[in-house]
């Protein structure tokens, strides 16, 4: 039998004046890009990742421009969760102008903070978060919004 699969939805900001990503320190101990599930109220799986975003970061979701060519289900990422379930996290790409202030949700999340691309890479602690970054800056790359790779 198939293990359940949970799904959850979350945004990968990029600050295009600072060149730096949003990352979240997690409850568990972990830092990764804002996520959660899904509330009934939520329209789509965009919305959910927006208002998670903002319910975590404190930053306002009309602040963050959606990146278009990101199709649903290109960056996810999909692991068996305590040997129980699957979790399958769906990512968009958002921008922003400028490093906004945090205001965290300390039920969700212990820390959040702005990061270059090599403070990523070091931080993220999951193989497939690493791999989906990966994709990230390609997007990015291919799009010309990141100017260096640190």
């Known amino acids: 039998m198939q293990p359940k699969t949970h799904k959850a939805y979350g945004l990968i900001v990029f600050?295009?004046?600072?060149?730096?990503?949003?990352?979240?320190?997690?409850n568990q101990g972990f830092w990764e890009f804002p996520k959660g599930y899904p509330e009934k109220n939520d329209k789509s799986e965009i919305e959910s990742a927006m208002r998670e975003f903002e319910e975590e970061t404190g930053i306002k979701r009309n602040l963050i421009v959606l990146e278009e060519s990101v199709k649903q289900g290109e960056l996810k990422t999909s692991y068996l969760r305590f040997g129980k379930y699957q979790k399958e996290a769906h990512y968009y790409l958002g921008y922003i102008k400028n490093e906004e202030?945090?205001?965290i949700q300390e039920q969700e999340i212990k820390n959040a903070g702005w990061f270059t691309s090599q403070q990523v890479e070091e931080k993220l602690g999951f193989l497939e978060l690493k791999k989906l970054f990966e994709k990230v800056i390609e997007i990015l790359k291919?799009?010309?919004k990141i100017k260096t790779i640190d």
């Open 142 to 144: 291919d799009k010309k």
């Open 15 to 26: 600050c295009e004046q600072s060149q730096k990503f949003a990352l979240a320190h997690n």
């Open 101 to 103: 202030k945090f205001i």
